[in-house]
């Protein structure tokens, strides 16, 4: 119980020192996190469902090789890659918003330094180090929330792509 109190006063702090911004790049990168979960879910337990119930519809049906038969083909894996690819969009705009929030960030503490070097009329270190701590902790976050989510991104799009080709392997078409 003390650990997590520490734990929990540690993360107050930080998130102070970053000041405001980095509570909005918190959110988003905890939102964005979500997301990834969801579709890594769907990947492995959605998805597996789906795919064998079109191949199984696929190898039901008698006709197999008319242009009706390649119509229907191509709406199963058009469902299929719409399934699939869900969200990613969503999942690539919160990894190239992180980087921009923490530059508001970078640019809202460099404002803080101004107006302290403005009021105090001088340049001291200790006065201005609360300025350059929320102009760096915030741009740090949202590098590396962009950073983790890439990773999974490109990934997630890769296996995307590999999955529908594959179903589209599967579906084979009779001449």
Do not use: Y
């Amino acid at each position: 119980m003390l650990a997590l109190a520490e734990m929990s006063e540690a993360i107050r702090g930080f998130m102070e020192t970053g000041g405001q911004v980095l509570t909005l790049i918190a959110g988003l990168i905890f939102v964005m996190w979500i997301v990834i979960f969801e579709r890594l879910v769907f990947v492995f337990k959605g998805f597996p469902t789906i795919k064998k119930r079109i191949k199984q519809e696929w190898e039901a049906r008698t006709d197999k090789g008319s242009w009706d038969a390649e119509q229907i083909r191509q709406a199963q894996i058009s469902r299929a890659s719409m399934a699939i690819n869900q969200n990613l969009a969503l999942l690539a705009c919160f990894v190239a918003l992180c980087p921009f929030l923490g530059l508001l960030g970078t640019v809202t503490g460099m404002i803080e330094v101004f107006d302290v070097m403005a009021i105090s009329g001088t340049g001291s270190a200790r006065s201005m180090a609360s300025g350059v701590s929320k102009a760096t902790i915030p741009t740090m976050a949202g590098m590396v929330g962009a950073l983790s989510g890439v990773f999974i991104l490109t990934w997630l799009q890769r296996n995307a792509k590999k999955e529908v080709e594959l179903l589209a392997d599967k579906l084979v078409m009779e001449h």
